[in-house]
């Protein structure tokens, strides 16, 4: 079945540094992905909705400076946090769909970052 | 705006017994209900869809439009189906999804 790979799961970093943490599917194209975040405890929340050759859409309330995506191919969508700190911390999960409008996504493992 | 509520965070129920997930959702058009299932150390998987009318595992979900429920159900519960669960929601001609919290199943064997 189609598959979501995303890379690193998990990285350390230390304050200030950037991370770039990279979502591909990996037998089927994707001009579309999103980009989630899940704090401890907490439900999925969707930060911006990566497309493939256009900007990003973002939610409200998520910076498009420090959270910079990039979706150069339709397999490939990069999320780089930069300048990190301690509170950037948490999950990040990447989904794609197969297909058209209302198919089911499909999840990466998800990035655990620890910004030290 | 679209909101999905899940009221309970933590369900544990004896194996063999029957399992709800409650799912009730606010959406002003109409809607196309999922849910998630997330094993313990496993990626976040489709479970089911309201449009498939299908049973996946054993478990069933029927949306109510009257009572805007989209609640998860299973007549007999196995060790096998403790996992988190969410529920989730997308308007027609949208990819984007909005889940609600999530509920922990546990299934005390």
């Known amino acids: 079945g189609a598959v979501v790979s995303q890379h690193p799961s998990w990285v350390i970093c230390k304050s200030g540094t950037s991370v770039k943490i990279e979502c591909r599917s990996l037998d089927f194209q994707a001009t579309t992905m999103f980009w989630y975040r899940q704090f401890p405890k907490q439900s999925l929340m969707l930060m911006a909705t990566s497309n493939e050759g256009s900007k990003a859409t973002y939610e409200q309330g998520v910076e498009k400076d420090k959270f910079l995506i990039n979706h150069a191919s339709l397999t490939l969508s990069t999320l780089t946090v930069t300048s990190a700190h301690p509170e950037d911390s948490s999950f990040y999960i990447c989904s794609a769909p197969q297909g058209s409008y209302n198919s089911p996504l499909h999840f990466g493992n998800g990035t655990r970052l620890t910004v030290t | 705006a679209q909101r999905v509520t899940q009221p309970e965070k933590l369900l544990s129920v004896f194996k063999g017994a029957p399992v709800e997930l409650k799912c009730n959702y606010s959406y002003s058009g109409s809607p196309e209900l999922f849910w998630y299932v997330q094993y313990s150390r496993q990626r976040l998987q489709l479970l089911l869809r309201h449009i498939s009318r299908e049973s996946i595992k054993g478990f069933t979900a029927d949306l109510n439009k009257g009572e805007t429920s989209f609640h998860l159900k299973k007549p007999f519960a196995q060790e096998e189906d403790s996992a988190m669960y969410y529920c989730?929601?997308?308007?027609?001609?949208?990819?984007?999804?909005?889940f609600g919290k999530g509920t922990k199943l546990s299934v005390i064997p």
């Open positions: 989730a929601l997308t308007g027609a001609g949208s990819y984007q999804l909005t």
